[in-house]
Each structure stands twice: as C-alpha cells, then as structure tokens.
C-alpha cells in the first residue's frame, strides 16, 4: 500500500496519533524533495542560495490594527505555519537542509505565535532570531536570490523577485509531492461536513450569511482561515460567478450553489455544489444531467491530455444540456459551431490547486517561462499546459442564466433559436456549478478527492 494510501486507512479507523505521525513522515520527504528541487533551480538561474519570506504584517491606513494575515504561497510550499509573519526559509545550494529562522517574540497582548506540527521541525535547522541583521548574517552577500513580496533584507533590486527563478519555482509546482496531495485530500475531507451543513440551512430557509456561518461553524474555522472568499449565491444570486456580497434577509428558497473549501496546513481544497429546493422539478433534473457530465470530464484527465480539448467537450456538453432542457432550438453541431455555449458557461472548465486556490503553472510550457496562450476562442482558460503526473486539477463546469450575456444574446444573430419563455423559467434559478478536486497519479490513475470525501461523510 503506498503510504499516502496508508494514511487514508489509519484515519478512517479514527487513530489520529498514527495519522500525524504519517504525515510528519510525508512532510519529511516533502520537504528532501523539495530541497533537491530547488537546489537545482539554484544551479540553473546561477544564485548560491534562494530566501523564502512569509511576508509581514500590514497595518491598516490611519489605524492601530493589522489585516489578518495569511503566508504567502512560496512560503506555504515549504511549511504550513500559514498565520506567522516575518519568517524565512533559506535553501543553499551545498546544504544538505534548509534553514529556517523564526522571529523570537515576547508580546504579552498577542496570542504566541504559530509553532510547526509535532515531528515537523526535523526538516530544518531552525534560527531564532531578534534583528533582521541576524539574518543577514546567515546570507550569502550579493549571490541571494529573495522571493517575498517586500525586500526587507535589502537585496538588490535584481535579486529581489527575479522572473528566472520565480518561473522555475512555478514550473516545479505542477507535480505536487505526497505530503501536497495528502494535504488537498484532508482538505476535501474537512470540507465536506461544512458543505452538508450549508445544504442543511439553505433547505431550513436560511440567509446567505446565515449558511455561511453555518459552514464555518462546522469545519471549525473562522472567515479568515478560509482559502478563498466563500461564494454563497440563493437563488439568482447564483448566476453571479464570485458572489461575495452575501444577503442578511431569507429569500424564498428556489437554488442554491455554495464554491467554498477548507485550508489544511496551507494547501486548499476548492469545491463547489448545486442544490434545489424542490426535488423533482425541473431544475432539479437539470442538475442531475450536469452532475453526469461533470463525472464524464473528470474521467477526461491524464498525463499529456490538452485541458484546452477537454475544455471544448465540456462546452459541447453544456450545449448539450441546453438541448435537452429545451433552451436551444438547434442542432448539437450548429450549436457548437456558433459557440452558443459560451453564453451560459463563460469560464474555464478548471485549474490547478495546491498553495494557490488558482495555483501557479497552468500555461507554463517550460521552466524558462515560455507560456502557452489558451485558444482564440476560450481566452478565459487558466490551465493550458498538457498534465503530467502528480498534478491536481479542478474540473468545474458551470451553466448559468446571467442577464447581461443573455442580453447580448438577444441582440445577436442566434436570438431565434433560444426558446426564450424556457431561460425565462430559469433565470429565477441563477445556474449550476459543480466542482471537484482531482490527482492524475503517475501510472495515469485519476483520483477524484472530492466524490471519495463525499462517499465517506
């Protein structure tokens, strides 16, 4: 049994001990693979050492109070202390461990600081330190390369950031080690439970912040913690794609589409559901039939497919779906030809997931950088680099009833094959989305992190 496989048996037999002990191993590995990844990009780009920094606090304008903080995601890449400021990692070249340096702090009005799990801290030399002069200290003068969003080190401007090691961090990034996957699949895990709990309230008539809190009481999680702003649309609301605005009033429920995940030692899971209120409607149906083609897609997957071809038969899908509903009043081909589609689904069918909700790498053709525009035709595409093994993916395909592209549909030249009375029916509804998490593991075995989470809830 591969050992992140071990891992699922061990938790689902409630031994959490032997859980974290697994996990500690898997960071352990994660972390030698990762130091072997990026000495090598050291040697490619020419620098004797890369700093890693968490980032800082901000204060906010004219006031006494800093933003909730959050790591960056190259620093989530290398340990999951994801609340803790000022920290830095430092990969040498000739090392055989990474350095980590911690900022020593006595704050009797703050909360102490975020410390690493149990078993983790054998990956690093840890560096306690008071002065960012201690750390200079450490570094390697004028051969450093500094990867955070401030230069608080004083690097030079050219080591600050450089592209050149920027796009080779990104480029390793699609292939997500056992420890990542293990951390996107406990991230679904814990998501599903919130999920259930959000259906729950929109079938007792609850407001959007009402659902949404009932969400984030049963992932135990505060606002903050969240990988992403939960998108939590009632009725029409759903048809607006990152709906954050949520509503304080009831509304009389119709649908429901919750985009929400769970954040696990900084990797995010990214899930989406569709729900009606009434059972055997016709929206009802629709999503069902969406649910099936989702399912189709994701089955698409695997090492060398295009996303771009796999993002074309979801459209085909989707205009498919719209036939057998009765909101197209043509034919399949004609339909796919005139990219009708596009109308009702205006987005990608996915992207990568990892330390990034929208994780970086998607339309890297190569670790020079070089990108791989998407199509003429689907400019909204993130993920166009053909998949290799170990990356994850969402798969997300959506059908909605937006009236500002049903608008300029009206207006356009296909304004006679849309059965007008039946997106009047609909709009009412918003739209659909369904999304899951998957893996495309190494011998072409497409993992679907998501439907496996919800079969266990």
């Not at 009033?249 to 954040?263: H, N, Y």
Request: glycine letters at 6%; charged letters at 20%.
């Amino acid at each position: 049994m591969n050992t992140f496989h071990a891992l699922d048996a061990q938790l689902s037999v409630t031994n959490p001990h032997a859980y974290a002990d697994g996990l500690a191993q898997l960071y352990q590995r994660h972390v030698a693979e990762k130091m072997s990844r990026f000495q090598a990009i050291l040697v490619a780009t020419g620098y004797r050492e890369m700093v890693i920094g968490s980032g800082s606090n901000k204060m906010q304008f004219q006031d006494d109070m800093a933003y909730a903080f959050t790591a960056n995601p190259y620093f989530r890449e290398w340990l999951p202390l994801t609340t803790r400021a000022d920290c830095y990692v430092q990969i040498d070249a000739t090392a055989s461990k990474p350095r980590l340096f911690l900022l020593a702090v006595e704050d009797i009005w703050h909360t102490a600081p975020e410390r690493l799990p149990e078993g983790f801290e054998q990956a690093f030399e840890i560096v306690e330190y008071q002065t960012v002069d201690q750390v200079l200290q450490h570094l390697a003068t004028g051969n450093s390369a500094l990867i955070n969003e401030t230069n608080e080190l004083c690097v030079p401007a050219e080591q600050h950031n450089p592209q050149a090691v920027i796009d080779q961090i990104d480029y390793q990034r699609l292939g997500k080690t056992h420890y990542e996957q293990a951390c996107v699949r406990e991230a679904n895990r814990r998501a599903v439970p919130a999920h259930r709990a959000a259906q729950q309230a929109f079938l007792a008539g609850a407001s959007e912040v009402q659902i949404a809190a009932a969400y984030l009481a049963a992932c135990d999680s505060r606002e903050s913690e969240m990988p992403y702003g939960m998108i939590v649309g009632v009725n029409e609301h759903a048809a607006v794609l990152h709906h954050h605005n949520l509503f304080k009033q009831p509304q009389t429920p119709r649908s429901f589409l919750i985009d929400a995940g769970v954040e696990f030692n900084g990797y995010a899971s990214d899930i989406t559901r569709t729900y009606a209120y009434h059972a055997g409607g016709d929206f009802a149906a629709m999503i069902k039939c969406m649910n099936v083609k989702q399912l189709k897609l994701c089955a698409e997957g695997g090492i060398g497919r295009n996303p771009a071809d796999i993002h074309a038969l979801s459209q085909r899908m989707i205009a498919e779906v719209l036939i057998e509903f009765g909101v197209l009043r043509l034919s399949l081909e004609e339909a796919v030809a005139a990219d009708i589609a596009g109308y009702f689904y205006p987005h990608g069918l996915g992207h990568h997931l990892g330390a990034n909700v929208h994780d970086k790498g998607g339309q890297m053709a190569n670790a020079q950088g070089d990108r791989l525009a998407p199509p003429e035709k689907y400019p909204n595409l993130r993920a166009t680099a053909p998949m290799v093994a170990n990356q994850i993916h969402t798969v997300e395909p959506g059908l909605y009833f937006i009236p500002a592209y049903l608008d300029k549909l009206k207006a356009g030249n296909y304004a006679h094959c849309i059965n007008w009375r039946a997106v009047e029916d609909y709009t009412p509804y918003g739209g659909i989305r369904i999304e899951d998490n998957i893996i495309v593991h190494p011998d072409n075995r497409l993992e679907n992190l998501t439907r496996d989470a919800f079969a266990v809830e």
